[in-house]
C-alpha cells in the first residue's frame, strides 16, 4: 500500500510539469590570418586560431498557451568576423547569463540583463529588457535598461507595397535622443529600392542614404550613396557591391568612396564553408588577409 501511494504522489507532482524541449547546434573553425598587428601588435604576419562555439536552447509550452524559452552559449578560441568587422571575436562565454523568454498570445518579453541590443543601433547591447509583437498591421518592439534609465523602440508596417520601419532611442552613440527611418521598396524580381535617415543628438551623425539592388542571374549588383551629417552631400559617400552566387561557390567584391575594397569567395562543402577574404582598407594600416573552415552541428 505505501508503494502505491508513493507512486500516485509521483504522478500528482509531475502532472503540472511542462515538458521540455532541448536542442543543441553550434560552429567550430580553423583559420590563417594575417590581420596586419590588429589583434596583437607582436603578430605581424600569417598567424592560426581556432574556435569553437557551442549553444544550447530549452523550451516549454505551459497549459495556457503561455511558451517558455532560454539559452546559453559557451566556446573558447577566436573566430575571425571576415564579413563584417574584420575583428577576432572572442568565443569564450560565461554560462551563467540568463537569457529568458516568454510568449503568449503573439506577445514576447525577453530578459537579459545588459545583452540585448538598442533597436536604433545595436552597437549599444546594454539593455535588459524587450518586449515584441503586433497591433493590427504593425510590428511593435521596445527595449529598456533599467539601470541606467534608457530606452529604444521600434514600428514597422508595409504601406503601398513600401516596408517602413521607424525606430528611436534616448541613448544614441553620443548619450541623445535619437529617430530614424527607413523604407525598402521591391520594384520587381530583380530590382529593390532602399532610402533612411536619422535625426540624431549630434548632427554630424545625421546620415541619409538611398539605395537599390538589381539581380541579374547569377549577379547582384548593390549601390548606396549617402549623405554624411546636416553639412554633406548625397554622394559624399557611396558603397558598391557585386556578388555572384552559383551551385556551392559564392563570391563578392566591394569598394567605397575612399577605395576600400573587400574581396570574399565561399565554398559550401555541406555542413562545412571553406572561405578566403581580402579587405584592402586604404589610408589604414588594419588590412586583412584570412583563409580557413567553419563547421556547422
Do not use: C
Not at 607582436?42 to 516549454?60: H, N
Amino acid at each position: 500500500m505505501k508503494k502505491v501511494l508513493l507512486t500516485t504522489t509521483a504522478l500528482v507532482m509531475t502532472a503540472g510539469v511542462a515538458a521540455a524541449e532541448v536542442s543543441f547546434s553550434g560552429t567550430a573553425g580553423i583559420a590563417l590570418i594575417d590581420d596586419n598587428g590588429a589583434s596583437d601588435a607582436t603578430r605581424t604576419g600569417m598567424f592560426v586560431e581556432s574556435y569553437y562555439d557551442l549553444d544550447v536552447a530549452v523550451s516549454a509550452a505551459a497549459d495556457n498557451g503561455m511558451t517558455f524559452a532560454l539559452g546559453f552559449d559557451m566556446g573558447s578560441g577566436n573566430k575571425i568576423d571576415y564579413n563584417d568587422d574584420d575583428v577576432l571575436e572572442a568565443q569564450g562565454a560565461d554560462v551563467g547569463d540568463a537569457d529568458v523568454s516568454m510568449t503568449y498570445q503573439g506577445w514576447t518579453v525577453k530578459v537579459d540583463q545588459a545583452g540585448i541590443d538598442n533597436l536604433f543601433d545595436d552597437t549599444d547591447g546594454a539593455q535588459d529588457l524587450s518586449v515584441s509583437g503586433s497591433v493590427a498591421d504593425f510590428a511593435v518592439a521596445f527595449t529598456s535598461d533599467l539601470e541606467g534609465d534608457t530606452s529604444s523602440y521600434s514600428l514597422g508596417t508595409t504601406v503601398a507595397g513600401i516596408a517602413l520601419t521607424f525606430t528611436g532611442t534616448d541613448n544614441d552613440d553620443a548619450g541623445g535622443s535619437a529617430t530614424g527611418v527607413s523604407a525598402k521598396y521591391t520594384v520587381s524580381d530583380t530590382l529593390t529600392l532602399s532610402g533612411s535617415m536619422s535625426n540624431e543628438s549630434n548632427d554630424a551623425e545625421d546620415d541619409a542614404s538611398i539605395g537599390l539592388t538589381y539581380k541579374m542571374d547569377a549577379l547582384t549588383l548593390g549601390y548606396t550613396s549617402i549623405k554624411p551629417g546636416t553639412n554633406g552631400d548625397l554622394g559624399d559617400e557611396w558603397d558598391l557591391s557585386i556578388a555572384y552566387s552559383a551551385g556551392a561557390m559564392s563570391a563578392s567584391f566591394a569598394v567605397d568612396e575612399a577605395d576600400a575594397t573587400t574581396m570574399i569567395a565561399e565554398w559550401d562543402l555541406g555542413g562545412a564553408t571553406a572561405f578566403a577574404a581580402v579587405h584592402d582598407k586604404a589610408g589604414t594600416a588594419s588590412d586583412l588577409t584570412t583563409m580557413g573552415i567553419n563547421f556547422s552541428f
